[in-house]
C-alpha cells in the first residue's frame, strides 16, 4: 500500500510537472502570437497611411493653381502625425532623379559619356511612417505632368552672357533656349533643335549634347574645303518640342567679320 501511494504521489506530481509546462509554452505561443498580430496589423496600417499620402502626392504634382504646377512644389516633409491616425507620424523625402533619355538606344548611337540626361523630369519620393511597434519606408516615382503652353512665346532664347556686337573670324557666342508654360515656368527636360538664322548664312551652329545650350561660330567649313568668312549678319533659330508639336523662336544676330 505505501509503495503504491508513493507511486500514485509521483504520478501527481509528474502529471503536475507536465501539465504546468504545457501552459507555459502555450501562454508563450499565446504571447508571441499576439506580439506578432500587433506588429501585422501596425505594419499593414502603416501601409495604407504610406500608400494614402504618396496617392496625395502624384495628385498635388499634377495639379495647377496660382500660377505654379504642383509638380515643382514637391519638397521633403518633417515627420509629423497622420491626421486620421495620429499615433503614426509621416515623413517625407523628395529628391531629383536623373534618368537616361526614353530614346536610349539611339542615343548609344552617340558617343555613350554624352547620352542625353533628363535631370528635372523625375521625383524620388520616399513616404517614411513610423509608431510604437516599428518603422515602414515606401518609395515611388512621381512624374512630371503634362503641361499646358501658351498659344505664343512658348519658347524663350537669349544669348549666354553679353551680346557681342561683331565675331571676328572664327569667334564664338553662346545661346540657351527655354520652353515656358502656360504659367511662364520652365518646362524640364524640354527637346530643342537649332538652326542658323538666316538658314542659307555660312555659320557654324554647334548644339550641345543637351539640346538646351548651342554655340554660333563664324566659321563655314565643308569637310576638307578650305574655311569661309563671308561676312555679314546672323542669328540663330530654334524649335522646342513638347507634346509632338514644336515652338519657333528666333535669336538675337551679331554682325560677322571677315579676315
Given at each position: 500500500m ?20 504545457c ?19 501596425g ?7 504610406a500608400?494614402?499620402h504618396l496617392?496625395e ?6 495639379s ?9 512644389q ?12 495620429p ?104 527637346f ?14 554647334l ?10 561660330r ?23 518640342y ?15 567679320e571677315?579676315?
Open positions: 505505501k509503495i503504491r501511494a508513493a507511486l500514485s504521489l509521483i504520478e501527481v506530481v509528474v502529471a503536475s510537472f507536465l501539465m504546468i509546462s501552459l507555459v509554452v502555450f501562454g508563450s505561443l499565446l504571447l508571441t502570437s499576439t506580439r506578432y498580430t500587433h506588429l501585422h496589423q505594419s499593414s496600417q502603416a501601409l495604407e497611411i500608400e494614402r496617392e502626392l502624384r495628385r498635388l504634382a499634377r495647377a493653381e496660382s500660377g505654379r504646377y504642383g509638380f515643382d514637391l519638397v521633403s516633409q518633417a515627420p509629423k502625425p497622420d491626421p486620421y491616425q499615433a503614426f507620424t509621416v515623413g517625407t523625402v523628395i529628391a531629383v532623379w536623373s534618368t537616361l533619355s526614353p530614346s536610349d538606344s539611339l542615343e548609344q548611337v552617340h558617343d555613350t559619356s554624352t547620352r542625353r540626361l533628363l535631370a528635372s523630369s523625375l521625383k524620388r519620393v520616399e513616404v517614411v511612417v513610423t509608431w510604437s511597434g516599428g518603422r515602414y519606408e515606401l518609395v515611388g516615382l512621381v512624374g512630371d505632368p503634362r503641361r499646358e503652353l501658351p498659344g505664343s512665346g512658348a519658347v524663350e532664347v537669349s544669348p549666354i552672357g553679353p551680346l557681342p556686337t561683331s565675331l571676328r573670324a572664327d569667334e564664338t557666342v553662346d545661346f540657351q533656349a527655354r520652353l515656358l508654360d502656360r504659367y511662364g515656368q520652365p518646362v524640364p527636360d524640354a530643342f533643335v537649332w538652326n542658323p538664322s538666316p538658314l542659307a548664312v555660312p555659320v557654324q551652329v548644339p550641345a549634347r543637351e539640346g538646351r545650350r548651342c554655340t554660333l563664324n566659321r563655314m567649313q565643308l569637310g576638307s574645303e578650305p574655311a569661309n568668312y563671308p561676312g555679314g549678319q546672323a542669328g540663330v533659330i530654334v524649335e522646342g513638347y507634346g509632338g508639336l514644336g515652338h519657333l523662336e528666333y535669336g538675337p544676330e551679331v554682325n560677322l571677315k579676315p
